[in-house]
């Protein structure tokens, strides 16, 4: 341990720094806080660091007080309730499982500055507090958020305000009803991003408003459904006629297989709403078993992609990819 030690003060300051700003904060703490002098102002002259509590007692809190005005990146686990108000500078959070302190905190007047906000993932029920902080990240409470990820498996609502989060870019979300999806058009004025699962019903309004800044959509189906879907698909499509790269995943029971070589694969409604279009990728996932891709169904997947061809025509960059769910 001297000998490393040793090896590592006869360094320069600057490889130093290169070197520590790639170890967690924590990691950081517990490895060279303490030994020396210049190895502590070190630590405090890091700038972007992140720190990682997956387990937290509230006694810890002096070992990072040191460090807190320097954490760029911080992420929490499950009921690690520490006083976000001790990070200045915080521009990224992720809540790993959060918890109700952790939520109703952020619905407070903290983390002025973020930049880049995650929230859970799926199948971890916390829509409680959901709503409100749902209504502050969406009417610029964070008015300088920049990426938003809000894993709820629930469907989550978001109130219209008339505030706009103008500097929102990058969206993740779940399950989300058409007027929802229509509520982040409208309050997200350039928006880049978009991912979100479609909720059925499809949709509870007829008002449609075009985002002439979104460029990118990723459009998942959690559940099995019709191959008459498409209709459905027009009214999310038409709102984005900007749109350069479009991604839709779907599932379907491997014994409908056949439906699919008279299938359109959405490009009617593509040709009619994306004159921009650069990039579509179709990901289709079968439920069924291996064995019964073996035989008669190889070939009409083979068939399927051929159809996907043409049926696209070279007008923009486009693939259709298999996957098999037991």
């Not at 300088?144 to 609502?157: A, G, N, R, V």
């Amino acid at each position: 341990m001297n000998n490393n030690l040793s090896c590592l003060e006869d360094l320069p300051n600057e490889i130093l720094c290169d070197i520590l700003k790639y170890l967690d904060a924590s990691d950081l703490f517990q490895a060279i806080h303490n030994l020396n002098f210049r190895f502590n102002a070190l630590i405090r002259s890091l700038q972007y660091l992140c720190l990682t509590l997956l387990k937290f007692h509230p006694f810890e809190t002096n070992y990072y007080k040191n460090l807190m005005p320097n954490i760029y990146t911080l992420k929490l686990g499950y009921k690690v309730n520490i006083n976000l108000n001790g990070f200045p500078n915080i521009r990224r959070l992720e809540l790993l499982v959060p918890s109700y302190e952790q939520l109703k905190q952020l619905e407070s007047n903290v983390c002025y500055y973020l930049e880049y906000l995650s929230i859970g993932y799926k199948h971890i029920l916390f829509s409680n507090e959901l709503p409100n902080l749902c209504k502050k990240i969406f009417s610029n409470g964070f008015p300088y958020l920049k990426s938003c990820d809000l894993f709820e498996p629930k469907t989550i609502y978001i109130p219209l305000t008339s505030v706009k989060s103008v500097e929102l870019h990058f969206l993740r979300v779940d399950h989300i009803t058409f007027s929802t999806y229509q509520t982040i058009l409208l309050t997200c004025p350039n928006l880049y991003f978009l991912q979100f699962t479609i909720y059925f019903p499809w949709k509870e309004a007829c008002f449609i408003k075009e985002h002439f800044n979104l460029q990118r959509m990723i459009i998942k189906f959690e559940d099995i459904v019709s191959l008459d879907n498409s209709f459905h698909i027009n009214d999310y499509i038409s709102c984005v006629p900007a749109l350069k790269q479009l991604i839709i995943y779907q599932m379907n029971y491997a014994f409908n297989i056949k439906k699919y070589l008279k299938y359109d694969w959405f490009a009617l409604i593509i040709n009619q709403h994306l004159p921009l279009l650069q990039q579509f990728q179709f990901h289709l996932s079968f439920i069924g078993t291996k064995k019964s891709f073996q035989f008669d169904n190889k070939s009409i997947l083979n068939h399927m992609i051929e159809n996907f061809k043409n049926i696209h025509n070279n007008r923009y960059r486009s693939k259709l990819n298999f996957n098999i769910l037991q």
